[in-house]
């Protein structure tokens, strides 16, 4: 028991440490640093406040690391799922340009999330990954349904992977997320969410062209968001 003279701690009660402030935090060292070398600690320091709070939300930094994935990758899962409903009176063609915007929103300025992913998938422990696996393959299903949803309709073509186009999807809107930026910084010379917009519907129009029975129908929902944009 502490005696009358000791101080008391000082910093923030738990109740005023918000979870998405650690987690910010939490975020900003495991980029730096990567989750294996990053401690407690450092992450107490970036957030400022003590150590011991941190403990009061979480149990170690893996905890964390987790409720980042939660926090990122859930929105992600519920909205691309919501996609596969039959009754959604949609083309899937325009579902499809959704899913970009969806993994737009969420992913497309959080580039700190998206490296530490990736860097945890290649150097991560198998706990680690597997973690990251079972937070990914939701969302990965939900487009796997969409196409199957699409071959059914008779929009896809029936010779069409479901699973290969999902993962060469995936790939190509990460790919143009990390790009971008650098491109419109030093090529295109026009603000980052101009190109942006231009290089997504472009890749939409080319990719879509390969799957789709029919390539050469109008894509109008393409045409609205041009027009309002401002």
Not at 198 to 203: D, G, H, P, S, T
């Amino acid at each position: 028991m502490a005696s009358p003279s000791t101080p008391r701690p000082r910093g923030p009660k738990p109740s005023r440490v918000h979870p998405d402030h650690l987690l910010d935090a939490a975020q900003t060292v495991f980029a730096h640093s990567g989750l294996q070398a990053a401690s407690l600690r450092a992450i107490a320091r970036q957030a400022g406040c003590d150590p011991a709070l941190i403990y009061y939300h979480f149990q170690d930094k893996e905890a964390m690391f987790e409720a980042l994935l939660d926090r990122t990758l859930g929105p992600v899962v519920v909205e691309l799922s919501a996609l596969t409903d039959p009754q959604d009176p949609r083309t899937v063609a325009e579902r499809f340009w959704k899913v970009l915007r969806i993994y737009h929103d969420h992913l497309g300025q959080n580039v700190g999330m998206r490296g530490l992913v990736r860097g945890e998938i290649v150097r991560g422990s198998e706990g680690i990954r597997e973690n990251i696996a079972k937070r990914v393959l939701p969302a990965l299903g939900a487009i796997v349904r969409l196409i199957s949803l699409g071959i059914e309709r008779g929009e896809i073509r029936e010779d069409t992977s479901p699973q290969l186009t999902t993962f060469f999807m995936v790939r190509m809107e990460l790919e143009i997320l990390d790009l971008i930026p650098v491109m419109a910084r030093h090529i295109t010379q026009i603000p980052d969410d101009q190109a942006l917009a231009l290089a997504e519907q472009a890749w939409f129009r080319l990719f879509w062209r390969g799957i789709a029975t029919r390539p050469d129908e109008p894509l109008p929902f393409l045409l609205d968001e041009d027009k309002a944009r401002p």
